[in-house]
């Protein structure tokens, strides 16, 4: 296994990332024997390589865009042997590619966050680490799996690092597409596209490294349009299908305004309850641990002067709650919008790659009993709900416009 394994459906991006890990440990290796008095040549001059300081990774959610820069993270810190005899770096079981790849290499830095957006504060930390030199590592590397989510701010303090690196660090960005950067950070980045991935190939990780049954791998892949990380959420937890059973059901109970409304309503529950799930025990572990890190006394009470901290602390929880319902939300509607896709291929005549196989019956029926024209009008309500879920309009609001959208009485 190797750290390039786990990039599900991306040869080409593999291979660039692959050819690119090599000569940066070609200008390391090359800078290490000059200075040690070898004699050996130069590195290559900046135009010659295929390496570089910055790095932006855009995709379709579940394309892996995070796992490629971890794996590339990785490559990049590998001390195997057999790079050095010109395999390619990124053995996967060398100590640089294994603490990568499990975030404890003192010179990887994974950033990643559970809030609607990344602040000045949090990006000018990340910005004075950039400036140091490599402690135990051949790179500084800096991943940064949410580049889509900072503010205006924070991405002017970003920019400055990017157009000014230090020596030995790499920064690799991660969001959906280039509109989600900055023009003046992503034209200073190396831009690297990635694919949605192969049903079968999600199904054959799924069956290989989880232990799925292929049957189940197989279904769930194909339910999530080869998102992996759903895929594998689907065919390991149960909850996971029966909320995704009850979105698929929807179409066929909002025939009426009070069918409407309560559709709603049971979609804004489900992503309340969801994001209770995700925040109820690490809220309580987080507010512990820092009444202990305070020195509250016994009983809980707390010292002079911590009132401040434990209510920025309570902010910060608050606002991944937010979070987690607003994801929950826009799972349960990217769902919604596979439905009616698959509805609005059988009735333009086609059964190929229908992704909601389960729910057969309701699609057949919709498909029936509605036009080509009415489904496309739907997939349109969905997407301008989503919109306003984006521009922080009230949730339940913007739900229950999108259900009175999708009746069909």
Known sequence: MTVWDDLVGQEQVSAQLGAAARDADALVTAVADRSAGSGAPPPP?????????????????GSGGPTAARAFAAALQCVSPDRALGGVPGCGFCDGCHTSLIGTHADVQIVRTDLLSIGVKDTRELVRRAQLSPAVGRWQVIVLEDADRLTEGAGNVLLKAVEEPAPRTVWLLCAPSVDDVLPTIRSRCRHLTLRTPPVEAVADVLIRRDGIEPEAA?????????????????????????????????????????GCLKAAQELIDAATEDAKEVSEELDVKETEELKAALGAAQGGRMPRGTAGVMKDLEDRQKRRRTRTQRDSLDLALTELTGFYR?????????RLAIANADAGDALDRLARESTPEATLRRIDAISACRAALDSNVAPLLAVEAMTMALRTG
């Open 218 to 258: 197989m279904a769930a892949a194909r339910a999530t349009q080869g998102h992996i990380g759903r895929a594998r959420k689907l065919a390991t937890d149960p909850r996971a299908r029966a909320r995704r059973a009850a979105v698929v059901r929807m179409p066929l109970r909002v025939s009426d305004v009070g």
């Open 45 to 61: 001059a900046p135009e010659a390589s295929r390496m570089t300081h910055a790095w932006l990774f855009t995709g379709p959610p």
């Open 342 to 350: 698959d509805v609005l291929a059988l009735q333009l005549g086609s």
